[in-house]
């Protein structure tokens, strides 16, 4: 089975801080098999990321709508934030990428609302129906029966935004996931979840502070 998480966030999100050599590490340990960096309204460190390590790293973004979060996995360029739900998935869709809801139902972090699923969820082709950050707000429970009623397949992947958060909650596939066959895959995949620890849940306050502070 092939390890793989769906949902991370490198240095270059304002709130992310994990390096590229932590990416390397976790995936030469055989901690993880592949690992898409979904930083925030970028790709260009995933991009960069891809061409060091090849098909292990999938090129994601985390795009905010105007209603909320949508990552796309298997990019090929950033798609820009402030686009409604649809536009997003229409040029998420014009680069042949993969629509993947993040913390779907989460109000503290740009989840997207009951309303906009049902908008969307004809469009939807991923679910995150484990978020390894999950802690205040945890819709895991309420988002596998949404899953289910709508026949979305859905995965579980960590959020993590350090590297200590890498590795704890990511799904199991029997293949290597490409493009072509990840939905499909995760039809057959193993969801594992693991509580991070508390410095894990900090780390995206702690990242933003930490850059505050260097540019004054």
């Given amino acids: 089975m092939f390890k793989v998480d769906f949902h991370t966030h490198s240095i270059a999100s304002p709130d992310g801080g994990i390096t590229a050599l932590q990416y390397e590490q976790a995936l030469n340990s055989g901690k993880l098999d592949a690992i898409a960096i979904t930083d ?3 790709t260009e460190f995933a991009l960069h990321m891809q061409q060091q390590l090849g098909d292990k790293i999938i090129v994601g973004e985390e795009i905010m709508t105007t209603r909320g979060e949508i990552i796309g996995l298997y990019l090929t ?8 739900p649809a ?11 993969i629509v993947y809801v993040p913390h779907p139902f989460e109000t503290i972090r740009s989840g997207l609302s009951p ?3 049902e908008e969307i969820a004809d469009k939807i082709d991923i679910i995150e129906i484990c978020n390894g950050r999950a802690f205040l707000q945890n819709r895991s429970s309420q988002t596998v029966v949404w899953s289910r009623l709508n026949n979305v397949i859905g995965a579980a992947s960590s959020d993590a935004h350090g590297s200590l958060g890498l590795g704890k909650t990511y799904s199991s596939l029997p293949e290597m996931p ?3 066959n990840l939905v499909a895959l995760l039809s057959r995949a193993t969801h594992h979840t693991g509580r991070p620890g508390a410095r894990t ?15 004054s």
Avoid: F
């Fill in 201 to 215: 849940l900090l780390y995206p306050k702690y990242h933003k502070l930490r850059k505050k502070l260097r540019k």
């Fill in 40 to 42: 925030h309204n970028t």
């Fill in 178 to 180: 490409t493009r072509e």
């Fill in 115 to 117: 309303q906009v699923l």
């Fill in 87 to 97: 536009e997003t998935i229409e040029q998420i869709k014009a680069q042949d990428g």
């Fill in 77 to 84: 360029e950033t798609i820009p934030s402030g686009l409604s």
